[in-house]
T-cell receptor
């Protein structure tokens, strides 16, 4: 099986712009989660989607949004970028059980100038 | 509520020596516990998990972890460290009856010296 695929891998934006990141989960996985990773804050949960519905949401401002499509692919969007949004954004997919581990993509590294 | 603590930001060990990366957790019910590893500029990779049963769990690359309910710990161990084990290690916990979202520790950087 192919792993979790995230695009783009690297991107540079300027303050005030918006960005869209894409994630294709492992085939058959219906849950997709997004995390922000920074050196200072570690791994912070953004949101989780299951069957096109946001099932869980972390403590991030409304500038961060996401969606999931019928084929389980997911996108996240950050509007009005701030310098502090520079981070590695990780997508993870999992089977629909509480015991299942997460399968992470390689991440999208966003730099905001 | 669930939480995880990794008390060491960095662990240094010589190649060939045993290594331990510490993790303690807090949950309302019973825990599901996970260890992940992250190499530079990569995503996290699953190493092992404890769901129920034997307290000693064996995982990938020769790693194992011991679940200790009384000490609420789940330390990651390996009998003989390799330089290639140098990476960032994350412990994560889910409550049996909580949400599907695990809580991650802040990570421990393992450095194995030749």
């Amino acid at each position: 099986k192919a792993g979790v695929t995230q695009t783009p891998r690297y991107l540079i934006k300027t303050r005030g712009q918006q960005v869209t990141l894409s994630c294709s989960p492992i085939s058959g996985h219906r849950s997709v989660s997004w995390y922000q990773q920074t050196p200072g804050q570690g791994l912070q949960f953004l949101f989780e989607y299951f069957s096109e519905t946001q099932r869980n949401k972390g403590n991030f401002p409304g500038r961060f949004s996401g969606r999931q499509f019928s084929n389980s692919r997911s996108e996240m969007n950050v509007s009005t970028l701030e310098l502090g949004d520079s981070a590695l954004y990780l997508c993870a997919s999992s089977e629909t059980t509480n015991t299942g581990e997460l399968f992470f993509g390689e991440g999208s590294r966003l730099t905001v100038l | 509520a669930q939480s995880v603590a990794q008390p060491e930001d960095q662990v240094n060990v010589a190649e060939g020596n045993p290594l331990t990366v510490k993790c303690t957790y807090s949950v309302s019910g019973n825990p599901y516990l996970f260890w992940y590893v992250q190499y530079p500029n990569r995503g996290l990779q699953f190493l092992l998990k404890y769901i129920t049963g034997d307290n000693l769990v064996k995982g990938s690359y020769g790693f194992e972890a011991e679940f200790n309910k009384s000490q609420t710990s789940f330390h990651l161990k390996k009998p003989s460290a390799l330089v290639s084990d140098s990476a960032l290690y994350f412990c994560a916990v889910r409550d049996w009856e909580g949400s599907y979202i695990p809580t991650f520790g802040r990570g421990t950087s393992l450095i194995v010296h030749p």
